[in-house]
């Protein structure tokens, strides 16, 4: 049995878990149009490889991945194409973002599946790649690449996170109920990538049925089934390792520092069905739940899966509902409109009644009762970083450690002011951030500004100092000439050596000329073609690179009129 | 369909800045039903004066300050500053000292510093202050407890507030006095010669801080603050009064259980030295803050020229409270193992 320990701070809000953790998991229906976005993960968004109009398969891949820190995006179901557009996505500030979307066509004809039964045998790059060409991202909420978390060869314990300590959430919970084989194959697949000695699976005390199917599953392997304590946020990542080993996870470092990686329950089922079965990420278990909601309980939905499809479908009285989250309840964000698709880190929805969670409530005034300091997770002074940020003194929230709050919203939980003081922190980092960006411009532009100034004036210099010897040699030169200066005159020389040249051009006749010019003009051709090659390479504007083909295009009519007059000339000669 | 906005969390836990303050009034009951045992009536009449003089200075504040009145007044705070004020003045106030100290504490001492959350001084201590040096024979009058001299009744105990002549109570020096003008002799002596003295330390006084410690222990199970300021406090009163309480001779400044169970020694480790707003921050912070009260109440009530010394001490460490906070900062998450190898 490992040791437990304990993390700092913490809160026990309800859980309100029952209402949604008693029945199976349900397959949602499919919807007529599937919005997918390419950027469901954290990293660079994937790149779209289907165009509009074109069918595609379900498990198809739609958008592959863009660099290391990516990961793909399949179809979810058969369909055609029907546009690549900007369209609103989850996001707290509403924002658009490119998304295929696909108009299914009710077969679900699915691509063949290439399973991977003997990953054993295969080499860590090839499962690294797999993982990430099938899509796999965290599916605990903030949707990281795995491969890349993955590919680290420093890991001595795996942690796999079965903590769900939101309230309302019962994704997980069902998941481990219900699918705990494939979870025990999915572990297993981690801990061959990583080369982790140890494993320990968390999973709070308020899940025993959970608790014992895990531990069924895993009876053969010799992996410890933790139990730990229902406390809120237990599984935030640097909480749990606290927990799990009495580490901290080092200030501005990650777990891989301490030898450790953290993966959540649902991304190791997913990676044994990406590996195993060969199956891409194209749904996900969604937690639906709230006083809105009456069939309350745990879907399986297709990614892409319009949000109000889903809540119609799920018994959603639209009239008591007044907002809507996607996520927890305690760092969920309300969502813009319902015209929003599934994404892969959708793990709840929550429509609440307007009396389920708490009102707007007016704040009032901070009077340093310091149970944010108590709450805190992050052992950070929730209080004066409110101070700060209200009055924007950003060297020192910095002191004060803003960069290390996870906003996980217990000290505005328990703040008997009301005062939003996540929002507070948010907008702080979010300035931070930005005025570090402009400064980062700012010195670039700087030092080129500086750059060029002492170039300019290096140049000058130079042309000073050719221009000072280059007076110097005339002048010496002037002292020698004017020695023979009776003997020749340089001017008339110069007049003299340039009639010779013409005479002498004169005699070698027009044809000389004519291949001169045609020579000049090819050289230019060539010059020309490379520089639009190389703007294509380097991917310069529409507007540069038509301009780049008309004077291509310009110069070879040129170079051909040319050609043809000389051909003219010398049929006219011969 | 218009969906709200709203920024997380969603939840929030049930106790409110109101409810707080209302279970803080809540607790102070027991030590007022004491205190109105022992000193009859006019304590009622100096909290239902401190009462209504700090709503009204509080009104007027707010709406000079262009604040939501019904807000910020049921937040209670105002409230609970005078009835902690009510019950340092001695009973059967007159009603200009009551509305003085009150105004002193409300207008003064917090919304000229930008009201409730920005005071760095406890207002009620500083309406007190204030009151004890302007005023120092009204404020070391204090009547006899009720086993050495019949109370006034109600009637009486409202003649006095509004300054009638007709009323004159018996008063006694405060146990805290006595010890504090002794010289010459013994602890036993002492307490042999006069009638103030009580089992442990004053008649009366024993009990009223019993009902404090109570109320304040309820609010402790409550968890509406930290253990770390009162027993702070408790524990430095404690070690200093054994230290040097040289076995009861002529010069001992008093056994520890005296120190605990006189005057404000109760009131102020559980209601005054817990306000967090004029108080350190952090647990250990708290934890200092409330043993050097506990000092300097030991200091100035033995060494120093007033008999009771809460308010004094409080004061004083609130000016220090910042500097207390600055050096007893916690580390954050990820930074406490790098300090600990070092």
């Known amino acids: 049995m490992t040791a437990i320990y304990s993390f700092h701070g913490g809160i026990h809000p309800e859980e309100h878990k029952t209402e949604s953790s008693s029945s199976p998991i349900q397959t949602a229906p499919l919807p007529r149009f599937l919005i997918l976005p390419v950027s469901q993960h954290i990293g660079a968004p994937a790149k779209p490889v289907v165009c509009v109009g074109q069918r595609v398969l379900k498990g198809e891949r739609i958008a592959h991945a863009d660099g290391p820190l990516s990961t793909a995006v399949h179809a979810s179901s058969s369909g055609y194409v029907t546009a690549i557009e900007p369209h609103l996505i989850a996001h707290p500030s509403g924002l658009s973002d490119t998304c295929i979307i696909i108009e299914t066509d009710g077969h679900d004809e699915a691509l063949p599946a290439s399973s991977h039964p003997n990953w054993r045998s295969y080499e860590l790059g090839e499962l690294l790649e797999l993982i990430r060409d099938q899509g796999i991202a965290g599916l605990g909420g903030a949707g990281f690449p795995s491969a890349y978390k993955l590919n680290n060869d420093n890991i001595q314990t795996l942690i796999i996170n079965g903590a769900e300590c939101e309230p309302y959430i019962t994704a997980d919970d069902r998941l481990m109920r219900e699918r705990s084989e494939l979870l025990e194959q999915g572990i297993a697949i981690l801990q061959h990538i990583t080369g982790a000695s140890e494993v320990l699976i968390a999973i709070e005390d308020n899940k025993p049925e959970a608790i014992e199917a895990v531990r069924a599953a895993c009876e053969h392997q010799d992996w410890t089934v933790v139990t730990i304590p229902t406390k809120y946020p237990s599984g935030g990542e640097k909480q749990l390792i606290e927990l799990l080993t009495g580490q901290q996870v080092p200030g501005g470092g990650i777990p891989a520092d301490l030898g450790i990686v953290c993966q959540n329950v649902a991304t190791a089922a997913a990676i044994a069905q990406a590996v195993i079965e060969g199956q891409p990420l194209i749904s996900r278990i969604t937690t639906l739940t709230g006083g809105c909601v009456a069939n309350k309980g745990n879907y399986e939905v297709r990614l892409g899966t319009p949000i109000e499809y889903l809540l119609k479908h799920s018994g959603y009285s639209l009239e008591q509902s007044q907002k809507v989250i996607m996520g927890g309840p305690l760092m969920g964000f309300t969502l813009p409109s319902l015209d929003v698709p599934v994404v892969k880190t959708t793990s709840c929805i929550l429509a609440p009644s307007k009396t389920e969670l708490a009102s707007e409530a007016c704040t009032q005034a901070c009077i340093r009762c310091g149970h944010c300091a108590e709450v805190c997770p992050a052992s950070l002074l929730p209080q004066q970083l409110y101070w700060y940020a209200k009055s924007q003194n950003h060297e020192q929230l910095k002191a004060h450690n803003l960069a290390d709050c996870i906003e996980c919203g217990a000290c505005a939980y328990v703040c008997p002011s009301a005062l939003p003081l996540v929002q507070f922190y948010r907008a702080a980092k979010a300035e931070i951030k930005e005025k570090s960006i402009e400064q980062r411009q700012a010195e670039i532009a700087k030092n080129r500004f500086e750059a060029r100034q002492a170039r300019l004036e290096r140049d000058a210099t130079e042309r000073e100092a050719t221009r000072a010897a280059r007076k110097a040699e005339a002048k010496t030169k002037a002292k020698q000439d004017s020695r023979y200066a009776d003997e020749t005159d340089p001017v008339q020389a110069a007049i003299e050596r340039a009639k010779a040249k013409k005479a002498r051009l004169q005699q070698s006749g027009e044809a000389n000329s004519v291949s001169n010019t045609l020579e000049e003009l090819k050289a230019k051709l060539e010059r020309a073609k490379f520089g639009l090659e190389h703007a294509h390479a380097s991917g310069k504007e529409e507007k540069v690179l038509t301009a780049l083909a008309a004077s291509v295009g310009r110069l070879e009519s040129l170079l051909a009129s040319e050609q043809a007059k000389q051909a003219q000339a010398q049929e006219s000669s011969e | ?342």
Request: charged share 10%; proline share 6%.
């Open chain 2, 1 to 342: 369909m218009m969906l709200q906005q709203v920024s997380a969390p969603h939840l929030r836990a049930g106790q409110s800045t109101e409810e707080i303050m209302l279970r803080v009034l809540l607790a102070l009951v027991p030590g007022i039903i004491a205190m109105a045992h022992f000193f009859g009536a006019g304590v009622f009449t100096n909290i239902i004066g401190a009462c209504i003089a700090a709503v009204l200075c509080e009104s007027l504040c707010l709406r000079l300050r262009d604040r939501p009145l019904l807000l910020y007044l049921k937040d209670y705070s105002a409230v609970v500053t005078a009835v902690l004020l009510a019950l340092a003045l001695p009973p059967y106030s007159p009603w200009w000292l009551i509305t003085i100290g009150t105004v002193a504490a409300i207008a003064l001492a917090k919304h000229v510093f930008g009201g409730l959350g920005s005071n760095p001084f406890n207002p009620a201590m500083v309406g007190y202050v204030v009151l004890l040096i302007s005023f120092p024979v009204q404020m070391t009058q204090w009547t006899a407890p009720s086993s050495l001299a019949a109370n006034p009744g109600v009637w009486d105990s409202v003649l006095a507030m509004i300054g009638s002549e007709a009323y004159d109570a018996v008063t006694m020096a405060t146990p805290l006095d006595l010890l504090k003008q002794n010289d010459g002799f013994m602890v036993s002596a002492l307490w042999q010669q006069y009638p103030q003295f009580g089992r442990f330390s004053g008649v009366g006084w024993e009990w009223i801080n019993l009902a404090f410690l109570a109320g304040g222990v309820w609010l402790l199970q409550q968890k509406i603050f930290t253990w770390h300021a009162p027993v702070g406090m408790l524990a430095v009163l404690g070690l200093m009064s054994a230290l040097f309480y040289d076995g009861g001779s002529s010069s001992s400044g008093g056994s520890p259980l005296f120190h605990w169970l006189s005057g404000a020694t109760m009131l102020g480790a559980f209601f005054i030295v817990t306000d967090p707003v004029s108080g350190a921050t952090s647990n250990l912070g708290r934890l200092i803050f409330g043993a050097l009260v506990g000092l300097l109440v030991y200091c100035i009530r033995v060494w120093g020229s007033y008999p009771d010394a809460v308010a004094f001490a409080v004061l004083l460490m609130n000016f220090a409270a910042p500097f207390i906070d600055y050096y007893t900062q916690p580390k954050p998450y990820g930074y406490q193992a790098r300090d600990a190898d070092k």
